[in-house]
């Protein structure tokens, strides 16, 4: 490849995967802040339940995903990736600025916890179909034989936004005093959310269409598209088995950290949040490489292996660092969690684009994921808290990623029966 394609296909990863980085930023920071929104926007009598009053609104946006996934897949899918992707990004902005700029309830009562809610679940609408519709792109720009590697920066852009993220936690925890930062200064990360939302409509505005989809014949309707989701039914639930492994792990590793690190753990918030933007750059840096030896010696490997290995230490390292809870052992758990996650999703993505049927690949990958997230993911902070809550145990999370697991080795080895099974098909017919 030529110096100047290589710096355009470069390009186009960073402007494609841009709106991702918008979409993570956010839950991100709703995430770290969510003990403060919810004394803002959800004030009850006790602290806890204003937590999880504020937990279950950060996971209802979640349950907006499937519908999105069918509605705005079936339009990318039949007008093209970029325009689906630049109408993303427009509809994601809307939970940004309503976050930055919404009065609480001492100020407009029941209509604010309202209009949060309808935020986050326009914001979950359109993030249905963001990771579906960046993940395809990427799969049919990327060069022969790279496309793990390619589509592994789908992730890593949202590492991005975790590491900025929780670098903005650090410096506001630094500079504003614990109770200025409850009332007010949460609301600065979400100010800055709404002044790089300019930025990201330039990048994605020049985005060129994937050849692939230029060159297509038949562009099917949405009731087309459903049509064929319905028919392959089978391959859609193990791509929602596939990704809960990743959704579960990825938000207890990054958003639930702080929750976790200050009401369990007791430890400074200078802690957890660097705790954080270190599993965001070990993120960052694991999902290429992990992505690339898919490429190398195949997904089921890297798949099952993370699996496997997730089954039997998830728990045990969380029984270790409640033993004696400490910001080393934090960092390392967390760390050990991270290439674990990393590992399974830098082969998990592309997998999940390759089983699509390629006439619904960005419908299908985007129901997949987006059930996947709602109906466990999303909602992976509420539970955890709920866990330890009814159990006294505060290593359930442990638990939790397990069962995770335990979905995703199952699915794994239905994929490699897929395979098998079409490979003997072939076989057969070359006979």
């Known amino acids: 490849m030529s110096s100047p394609s290589r710096k355009s296909q470069v390009a186009n990863v960073i402007q494609v995967s841009s709106g991702n980085f918008l979409e993570m930023y956010d839950f991100m920071v709703f995430g770290y802040f969510a003990s403060a929104i919810g004394e803002t926007f959800f004030p009850a009598g006790d602290h806890f339940a204003s937590l999880m ?99 592994s920066w789908q992730s890593a852009s949202q590492q991005a936004a975790v590491m900025f993220t929780a670098l903005l936690g650090v410096i506001l925890g630094a500079v504003l005093p614990p109770q200025a930062l409850d009332q007010w200064g949460w609301r600065i990360p979400f100010i800055i959310g709404c002044l790089i939302i300019p930025v990201l409509f330039l990048l994605r ?20 598209i459903w049509r064929t989701l319905a028919r392959n039914w089978g391959i859609v639930l193990i791509g929602v088995m596939l990704v809960t492994m990743t959704t579960v792990s990825f938000y207890l590793i990054t958003a639930y950290t702080p929750t976790f690190g200050k009401h369990e753990l007791r430890l400074a918030p200078t802690a957890y949040l660097t705790v954080t933007l270190c599993v965001g750059l070990s993120n960052f840096i694991w999902l290429p490489i992990m992505g690339s030896v898919s490429d190398r010696i195949g997904r089921i490997p890297i798949l099952a292996g993370a699996t496997m290995v997730t089954l039997l230490t998830a728990y045990p390292a969380m029984l270790w660092l409640i033993a004696a809870p400490s910001f080393t052992r934090l960092l390392t758990v967390e760390l050990w969690l991270s290439f674990l996650y990393a590992s399974y999703n830098g082969a998990m993505v592309v997998a999940l684009t390759e089983i699509m049927p390629e006439e619904v690949r960005t419908a299908g990958f985007s129901l997949a994921y987006s059930l996947a997230t709602a109906l466990f993911g999303g909602f992976t902070p509420f539970i955890c808290e709920s866990l330890i809550k009814a159990t006294g145990n505060q290593a359930t999370p442990g638990l939790w990623m397990s069962a995770a697991a335990a979905l995703g080795l199952i699915a794994t080895l239905l994929v490699r029966h897929r395979e098998n099974r079409r490979g003997s098909e072939v076989a057969q017919v070359a006979a």
Not at 209 to 224: D, G, N
Request: hydrophobic letters at 50%; aromatic letters at 10%.
């Open 53 to 151: 009053s504020s937990l279950m609104t950060f996971g209802v946006g979640f349950l907006m995903r499937p519908i999105g996934a069918l509605v705005l897949g079936a339009y990318i899918d039949r007008y093209g990736r970029r325009a689906g992707l630049i109408l993303t990004l427009a509809l994601m902005s809307v939970g940004t600025f309503a976050l930055a700029c919404m009065p609480g309830f001492a100020v407009i009562g029941m209509a604010a916890p309202l209009l949060i809610v309808f935020s986050r679940l326009l914001q979950g609408f359109s993030a249905g179909v963001e990771l579906g519709g960046v993940s395809v792109y990427l799969a049919e720009m990327a060069t022969p034989g790279h496309k793990g590697f390619y589509v």
């Open 205 to 224: 505005r020049y985005l060129p269409e994937t050849e692939a989809f230029r060159v297509r014949k038949h562009r099917p309707s949405p009731a087309e």
